[in-house]
């Protein structure tokens, strides 16, 4: 099937979503790349400042995953959808026009913060709405918001061009017009019955031991997905060399987003055929962990290249075929990770599940990228053998990790209906103490 069938076959509920996250995505993404620029020239704060507020933005957002996953599974997700929606528009209209540290900085609590409702409220909303077809709803999920995170940029920098606060202006009309789109055309559903508190939804996410062996098996994805904006684009401007950087960079993401878009459908399309998904998963982890040996296993034979464009492209191509690896990769796990999830949660803590999982991969990728960064420091700062085989041994012990828990039994099913997690199970505590 077709990514233009497969979309069309998706509930109406879910096509909304998957139109609002490309253009989410386009409205975040002609904004946030050039915050930096325009902290450090026009506002003339220091690097440390830029840092910090930046830092503020990542921090509001992964660190109150688990909050907005609540509130969408207590007041329901349409209501946190367009909150969320609603408040990245007024934090984009302060950076419109706040000239001041504190507005710059109550613009990226608002903004981090309105991501850490929305995000996990939409997955929620669309794992329940695609019932069976979850795991094609995730994997165009995934290209529509590899899309607008390429149009994004593109509109950027042409709207920059006339200064920064009508980018900002219009990221926030963006966002303003997807919250009216949502109140007047996303159904509303019936909000599940809760016996307790929020802590006894937490207890309930928190002792769930199956989801939790999961949750430390997959950590890795997204620290290792992220390194293309980190190992990989340092490595390109290293190796392009004086002048080139911005074009091997420019070339790094355009590639890996292509790849994304085209093969993500009929990847999904064909390991969803498979009986289990653990296997799947297993896969898609090896191979991005694989992604990372390319360039120092070929670095020999690209080092006596000339210093030309055909010099470049040379040098280059290596980290671009990575990319390329690392987006195969992800086009092979993540769509299953997100129904597993969805499953794991049943229909009452959807958004919790989610929220928790999120939370903890946040917190790994921020650790993980750090070790990485130390290593880079190390071995010169460029993908040498030793951060290769750092993020290469992740990605290969994910898997290891996934194929026990497959094996165990721990994984759910695709056809298995959503239920209400199960605490006290066997073979969920063999599968943990397998991942430990």
């Not at 910090?52 to 921090?59: F, T």
């Not at 609590?109 to 995000?119: C, D, E, I, R």
């Not at 401007?237 to 960079?249: K, L, N, T």
């Not at 360039?295 to 470049?312: F, I, K, N």
């Amino acid at each position: 099937m077709s990514g233009l069938a497969t979309f069309r076959a998706m509930p109406g509920a879910v096509r909304l979503l998957l139109v609002n996250h490309l253009v989410g995505h386009i409205g975040f993404y002609l904004l946030v790349p050039f915050l930096a620029d325009y902290l450090l020239d026009d506002l003339a704060l220091s690097a440390a400042v830029v840092g910090v507020v930046l830092g503020v933005r990542n921090l509001s957002q992964q660190g109150l995953f688990l909050v907005g996953g609540s509130a969408a599974d207590r007041l329901g997700a349409r209501g946190v959808i367009m909150t969320g929606l609603a408040i990245r528009a007024l934090g984009f209209a302060l950076f419109a026009v706040g000239g001041s540290l504190p507005v710059v900085l109550a613009a990226s609590v608002l903004t981090g913060f309105a991501g850490a409702l929305f995000n996990p409220a939409v997955r929620a909303f669309i794992a329940r709405d695609s019932g069976a077809r979850s795991a094609q709803a995730f994997a165009l999920f995934n290209v529509f918001g590899n899309a607008g995170s390429a149009i994004g940029p593109v509109l950027g920098t042409v709207l920059i061009a006339a200064g920064f606060r009508l980018s900002a202006l219009v990221a926030a009309s963006i966002f303003a017009v997807l919250a009216v789109v949502q109140w007047l055309l996303l159904p509303a559903r019936p909000v599940p019955k809760h016996n307790g508190g929020v802590g006894a939804d937490f207890a309930t996410v928190f002792t769930d031991r199956r989801f939790w062996a999961f949750t430390l098996a997959l950590m890795p994805m997204f620290a290792l997905q992220s390194q293309i904006y980190f190992v990989f684009t340092l490595q390109a401007q290293d190796s392009a060399g004086p002048g080139h950087g911005p074009a091997a960079v420019a070339a790094l993401f355009v590639v890996e987003t292509i790849a994304v878009v085209a093969l993500q459908v009929r990847v999904t399309t064909v390991l969803a055929r498979r009986p289990h998904r653990g296997p799947a998963m297993a896969l898609g982890m090896a191979v991005m962990g694989l992604s990372f040996l390319v360039p120092p296993a070929v670095a020999g034979l690209v080092a006596a290249a000339g210093d030309g464009v055909t010099g470049t492209v040379i040098r280059v191509a290596p980290l671009v075929a990575a990319a390329v690896l690392l987006a195969l990769g992800v086009t092979a796990v993540q769509p299953f990770v997100n129904e597993a999830i969805g499953r794991f949660a049943g229909n009452r803590l959807t958004g919790t599940y989610f929220g928790a999982f999120y939370l903890a991969s946040g917190v790994f990728t921020v650790v993980g990228t750090s070790v990485t960064g130390a290593v880079l420091d190390r071995s010169g700062g460029s993908l040498t053998w030793p951060p290769a085989v750092l993020c290469a041994a992740a990605g290969l012990l994910s898997a290891l990790a996934v194929l026990r828990l497959h094996r165990r039994r721990v994984l759910p099913g695709p056809g298995e209906p959503t239920a209400e997690p199960a605490v006290d199970d066997t073979a969920a505590k063999d599968g943990a103490a397998d991942v430990r």
